[in-house]
Antibody, heavy 114, light 111 residues
Framework: QVQLVQSGAEVKKPGASVRVSCKAS????????VTWVRQAPGQGLEWVGW????????NYAPKLQGRVTLTTDKSTTTAYMEMTSLTSDDTAIYYC???????WGQGTLVTVSS | EIVMTQSPLSLPVTPGEPASFSCRSS???????????LDWFLQKPGQSPQRLIY???KRASGVPDRFSGSGSGTDFTLKISRVEAEDVGVYYC?????????FGQGTKLEI
Protein backbone atom coordinates (compact mmCIF):
# COMPACT_ATOMS: atom_id res chain seq x y z
CA GLN A 1 0.00 0.00 0.00
CA VAL A 2 1.07 3.55 -0.66
CA GLN A 3 2.76 5.19 2.33
CA LEU A 4 4.51 8.47 2.92
CA VAL A 5 6.40 8.53 6.22
CA GLN A 6 7.88 11.82 7.37
CA SER A 7 10.72 12.59 9.75
CA GLY A 8 10.15 13.66 13.33
CA ALA A 9 9.44 17.01 14.91
CA GLU A 10 12.10 19.70 14.84
CA VAL A 11 12.82 22.70 17.06
CA LYS A 12 14.99 25.38 15.51
CA LYS A 13 16.21 28.84 16.46
CA PRO A 14 15.45 31.86 14.29
CA GLY A 15 17.86 32.10 11.40
CA ALA A 16 18.56 28.36 11.34
CA SER A 17 17.70 25.85 8.62
CA VAL A 18 15.61 22.68 8.72
CA ARG A 19 15.33 19.63 6.49
CA VAL A 20 12.25 17.42 6.53
CA SER A 21 12.22 14.03 4.84
CA CYS A 22 9.37 12.07 3.30
CA LYS A 23 9.98 8.36 2.65
CA ALA A 24 7.71 6.95 -0.06
CA SER A 25 6.79 3.30 -0.53
CA UNK A 26 4.18 1.14 -2.21
CA UNK A 27 4.40 2.70 -5.69
CA UNK A 28 6.90 3.53 -8.42
CA UNK A 29 8.52 6.64 -6.99
CA UNK A 30 9.55 8.21 -10.28
CA UNK A 31 6.01 8.03 -11.70
CA UNK A 32 4.70 10.68 -9.31
CA UNK A 33 5.88 14.03 -8.08
CA VAL A 34 5.72 15.20 -4.47
CA THR A 35 3.76 18.17 -3.21
CA TRP A 36 4.56 19.98 0.05
CA VAL A 37 1.93 21.84 2.07
CA ARG A 38 2.22 23.56 5.45
CA GLN A 39 -0.22 24.54 8.16
CA ALA A 40 0.55 27.11 10.85
CA PRO A 41 -1.01 26.47 14.28
CA GLY A 42 -4.77 26.91 14.11
CA GLN A 43 -4.57 28.11 10.49
CA GLY A 44 -5.44 26.80 7.05
CA LEU A 45 -3.40 24.99 4.44
CA GLU A 46 -0.67 26.68 2.40
CA TRP A 47 0.97 25.20 -0.69
CA VAL A 48 4.78 25.21 -0.40
CA GLY A 49 5.83 23.67 -3.70
CA TRP A 50 6.13 20.63 -5.92
CA UNK A 51 8.94 18.50 -7.29
CA UNK A 52 9.04 15.95 -10.07
CA UNK A 53 10.50 12.70 -8.79
CA UNK A 54 11.37 11.84 -12.39
CA UNK A 55 13.59 14.77 -13.40
CA UNK A 56 13.80 17.05 -10.36
CA UNK A 57 11.81 19.90 -11.90
CA UNK A 58 10.50 22.17 -9.16
CA ASN A 59 7.83 24.79 -8.62
CA TYR A 60 7.79 26.94 -5.48
CA ALA A 61 5.37 29.31 -3.81
CA PRO A 62 6.61 32.82 -4.65
CA LYS A 63 6.62 33.93 -1.00
CA LEU A 64 9.02 31.08 -0.13
CA GLN A 65 11.15 31.17 -3.28
CA GLY A 66 14.79 31.51 -2.37
CA ARG A 67 14.37 30.01 1.10
CA VAL A 68 12.94 26.59 0.28
CA THR A 69 14.57 23.82 -1.72
CA LEU A 70 12.86 20.58 -2.68
CA THR A 71 14.90 17.55 -3.68
CA THR A 72 14.43 13.83 -4.15
CA ASP A 73 16.67 10.77 -3.87
CA LYS A 74 15.55 8.06 -6.26
CA SER A 75 17.82 5.45 -4.66
CA THR A 76 16.00 5.74 -1.35
CA THR A 77 12.63 6.93 -2.70
CA THR A 78 12.77 9.88 -0.35
CA ALA A 79 11.77 13.48 -0.88
CA TYR A 80 13.25 16.34 1.10
CA MET A 81 12.21 19.88 1.93
CA GLU A 82 14.87 22.25 3.19
CA MET A 83 14.04 25.72 4.46
CA THR A 84 16.60 28.35 5.44
CA SER A 85 16.55 31.61 7.41
CA LEU A 86 13.71 30.39 9.60
CA THR A 87 11.49 32.82 11.49
CA SER A 88 8.62 32.27 13.90
CA ASP A 89 6.26 32.59 10.91
CA ASP A 90 7.62 29.29 9.63
CA THR A 91 6.34 27.42 12.69
CA ALA A 92 3.93 24.92 11.17
CA ILE A 93 3.15 21.32 10.40
CA TYR A 94 4.74 20.44 7.08
CA TYR A 95 3.04 17.76 4.99
CA CYS A 96 4.25 15.89 1.94
CA UNK A 97 1.73 14.39 -0.44
CA UNK A 98 1.92 12.36 -3.61
CA UNK A 99 1.58 14.38 -6.81
CA UNK A 100 -2.19 14.59 -7.05
CA UNK A 101 -2.61 14.93 -3.28
CA UNK A 102 -4.19 11.47 -3.07
CA UNK A 103 -1.84 10.20 -0.36
CA TRP A 104 -0.38 12.29 2.46
CA GLY A 105 2.34 11.92 5.03
CA GLN A 106 1.57 12.22 8.73
CA GLY A 107 3.05 15.70 8.97
CA THR A 108 6.18 17.09 10.64
CA LEU A 109 5.94 19.86 13.22
CA VAL A 110 8.65 22.46 12.81
CA THR A 111 8.86 24.92 15.70
CA VAL A 112 10.98 28.04 15.39
CA SER A 113 11.67 29.60 18.74
CA SER A 114 14.49 31.36 20.52
CA GLU B 1 -2.38 34.35 -7.79
CA ILE B 2 -5.84 32.82 -7.84
CA VAL B 3 -7.80 33.61 -4.68
CA MET B 4 -10.11 30.94 -3.32
CA THR B 5 -13.04 31.98 -1.14
CA GLN B 6 -15.11 29.49 0.83
CA SER B 7 -18.43 29.96 2.57
CA PRO B 8 -19.69 29.61 5.14
CA LEU B 9 -16.71 29.49 7.51
CA SER B 10 -18.71 27.38 9.96
CA LEU B 11 -21.53 24.97 9.22
CA PRO B 12 -23.54 23.42 12.05
CA VAL B 13 -25.54 20.41 10.93
CA THR B 14 -27.65 17.60 12.35
CA PRO B 15 -26.71 13.98 11.55
CA GLY B 16 -28.78 12.65 8.68
CA GLU B 17 -29.30 16.11 7.22
CA PRO B 18 -27.59 17.38 4.05
CA ALA B 19 -24.70 19.84 4.00
CA SER B 20 -23.43 22.13 1.27
CA PHE B 21 -20.10 23.94 0.98
CA SER B 22 -19.34 26.74 -1.45
CA CYS B 23 -15.99 27.60 -3.06
CA ARG B 24 -15.39 30.46 -5.47
CA SER B 25 -12.22 31.27 -7.38
CA SER B 26 -11.06 34.69 -8.60
CA UNK B 27 -10.33 33.20 -12.04
CA UNK B 28 -11.82 30.36 -14.03
CA UNK B 29 -10.43 26.94 -13.17
CA UNK B 30 -11.63 25.42 -16.44
CA UNK B 31 -8.74 24.07 -18.48
CA UNK B 32 -8.88 23.77 -22.26
CA UNK B 33 -9.05 20.01 -21.77
CA UNK B 34 -12.52 20.43 -20.28
CA UNK B 35 -11.58 19.68 -16.70
CA UNK B 36 -11.87 22.05 -13.75
CA UNK B 37 -8.72 21.90 -11.63
CA LEU B 38 -10.44 22.02 -8.27
CA ASP B 39 -9.97 19.60 -5.38
CA TRP B 40 -11.88 19.20 -2.13
CA PHE B 41 -10.17 17.96 1.04
CA LEU B 42 -11.37 17.07 4.51
CA GLN B 43 -9.06 17.51 7.46
CA LYS B 44 -10.38 15.67 10.49
CA PRO B 45 -9.17 16.84 13.90
CA GLY B 46 -5.53 15.91 14.45
CA GLN B 47 -5.17 14.25 11.05
CA SER B 48 -3.60 14.95 7.70
CA PRO B 49 -5.91 16.23 4.97
CA GLN B 50 -7.62 13.60 2.83
CA ARG B 51 -8.73 14.14 -0.74
CA LEU B 52 -12.46 13.78 -1.34
CA ILE B 53 -12.99 15.18 -4.83
CA TYR B 54 -10.62 15.98 -7.70
CA UNK B 55 -11.11 17.67 -11.06
CA UNK B 56 -14.19 19.35 -9.65
CA UNK B 57 -16.49 16.36 -9.56
CA LYS B 58 -14.55 13.10 -9.51
CA ARG B 59 -14.88 11.21 -6.23
CA ALA B 60 -11.57 9.94 -4.88
CA SER B 61 -11.04 6.25 -4.24
CA GLY B 62 -12.73 5.03 -1.06
CA VAL B 63 -14.81 8.16 -0.56
CA PRO B 64 -18.45 7.39 0.29
CA ASP B 65 -20.97 8.23 -2.42
CA ARG B 66 -22.78 10.62 -0.08
CA PHE B 67 -20.06 13.12 -1.06
CA SER B 68 -20.43 14.85 -4.42
CA GLY B 69 -18.73 17.76 -6.15
CA SER B 70 -20.16 20.04 -8.81
CA GLY B 71 -19.61 23.35 -10.53
CA SER B 72 -17.48 24.82 -13.28
CA GLY B 73 -15.47 27.93 -14.00
CA THR B 74 -15.42 29.94 -10.80
CA ASP B 75 -18.23 28.47 -8.70
CA PHE B 76 -18.04 25.08 -7.05
CA THR B 77 -20.04 23.13 -4.49
CA LEU B 78 -19.37 20.13 -2.30
CA LYS B 79 -22.44 18.35 -1.00
CA ILE B 80 -22.95 15.70 1.62
CA SER B 81 -26.31 14.03 1.09
CA ARG B 82 -26.63 12.82 4.69
CA VAL B 83 -24.09 13.96 7.26
CA GLU B 84 -22.60 11.40 9.61
CA ALA B 85 -20.73 12.05 12.84
CA GLU B 86 -17.44 10.96 11.23
CA ASP B 87 -17.68 13.83 8.70
CA VAL B 88 -16.72 16.50 11.25
CA GLY B 89 -13.64 18.54 10.42
CA VAL B 90 -12.54 21.35 8.15
CA TYR B 91 -13.28 21.20 4.44
CA TYR B 92 -10.88 22.93 2.05
CA CYS B 93 -11.02 23.58 -1.66
CA UNK B 94 -7.81 23.98 -3.63
CA UNK B 95 -7.07 25.05 -7.18
CA UNK B 96 -4.30 23.35 -9.13
CA UNK B 97 -4.75 25.09 -12.48
CA UNK B 98 -2.16 27.77 -11.94
CA UNK B 99 0.95 28.04 -9.79
CA UNK B 100 1.03 28.92 -6.98
CA UNK B 101 -1.69 26.45 -6.07
CA UNK B 102 -4.02 28.03 -3.52
CA PHE B 103 -6.43 26.85 -0.87
CA GLY B 104 -9.62 28.36 0.44
CA GLN B 105 -9.69 29.32 4.10
CA GLY B 106 -11.78 26.28 5.00
CA THR B 107 -15.28 25.54 6.26
CA LYS B 108 -15.63 23.88 9.66
CA LEU B 109 -18.39 21.28 9.80
CA GLU B 110 -19.83 20.95 13.31
CA ILE B 111 -22.40 18.53 14.61
Amino acid sequence: QVQLVQSGAEVKKPGASVRVSCKASGYTFTNYGVTWVRQAPGQGLEWVGWISSYNGQTNYAPKLQGRVTLTTDKSTTTAYMEMTSLTSDDTAIYYCARDERDYWGQGTLVTVSS
Amino acid sequence: EIVMTQSPLSLPVTPGEPASFSCRSSESLLHTNGYNYLDWFLQKPGQSPQRLIYLGSKRASGVPDRFSGSGSGTDFTLKISRVEAEDVGVYYCMQSLQSPYTFGQGTKLEI
